[in-house]
């Protein structure tokens, strides 16, 4: 079992929809939970990090879910330029590891 | 504004050569990473470092060895390139938190996407 997994998708949306991505991890002990936005042929940058309570940036949202192990990404009123590759990265406390997920690939149209 | 370079953006070997690979960050991180990208696989960690001339094994460091001699720059060595080592190749920096801290935000350079025939 991999570490972190994630729907590879692609999810295919109009623009205005809402969209969700799940993400589990197999370490109980993991400390911090981070979404990437990874655009075609350029490298990941941090969306944003995940907290115990939960946090929002705008149209996203995400969630971290301890007893089940997954944190989560919603997306309200997609934009074309949502369109992008999501990573679901998991680390440790006191490691530099971070365990990065396959990616969830998310296509917005017009 | 931050920045993390890598020497090429696009590279191709011949099996057997010896490549090099590097990477530069103007942040004054303490950390810096070498991962390579695979479709399906995500980013895969091959070494890390905390500090120079320090260095650890990530995931898979079989068939590389890297070399931090100076603070900002962090390089990675295919001693001898195979075909299987095809990729695409991410650096990434992060800053040193206190004992005990949290992973931070990784800043990662444009890749380099190394061919070898």
């Known amino acids: 079992r991999k570490e972190v997994e994630q729907d590879p998708g692609p999810f295919n949306v109009p623009e205005g929809a809402t969209v969700a991505f799940n993400c589990t991890y197999s370490?109980?002990?993991?400390?911090?939970f981070f979404w990437y936005r990874q655009d075609c042929r350029k490298e990941p940058k941090l969306l944003m990090s995940?907290?115990?309570s939960g946090n929002e940036d705008g149209r996203f949202t995400a969630q971290l879910n301890r007893a089940s192990q997954y944190i989560s990404l919603l997306i309200r009123d997609s934009k074309l330029s949502d369109s992008a590759t999501y990573l679901c990265?998991?680390?440790?406390?006191?490691?530099?590891?971070?365990?990065f997920g396959a990616g969830t690939r998310l296509f917005v149209k017009a | 504004d931050v920045k993390v370079t890598q020497s090429s953006r696009y590279l191709v070997k011949r099996t057997g050569e010896k490549v090099f690979l590097e990477c530069v960050q103007d942040?004054?991180?303490?950390?810096m990473f070498w991962y390579r990208q695979d479709p399906g696989l995500g980013l895969r960690l091959i070494y890390f470092?905390?500090?120079?001339?320090?260095?650890e094994k990530g995931d898979i460091p079989e068939g590389y060895s890297v070399s931090r001699e100076k603070k900002e720059r962090f390089s990675l060595i295919l001693e001898s390139a195979s075909t299987n080592q095809t990729s695409m190749y991410l650096c990434?920096?992060?800053?040193?938190?206190?004992?005990?801290?949290?992973?931070?935000?990784?800043?990662f350079g444009p890749g380099t996407r190394l061919t070898v025939l």
């Open positions: 990434a920096s992060t800053s040193q938190g206190l004992a005990g801290s949290l992973p931070g935000e990784q800043f």
């Open positions: 370490n109980s002990a993991s400390q911090s």
């Open positions: 995940v907290y115990s």
């Open positions: 990265v998991v680390g440790n406390t006191g490691g530099f590891k971070t365990i």
């Open positions: 942040m004054d991180h303490e950390n």
């Open positions: 470092s905390y500090d120079v001339k320090m260095k």
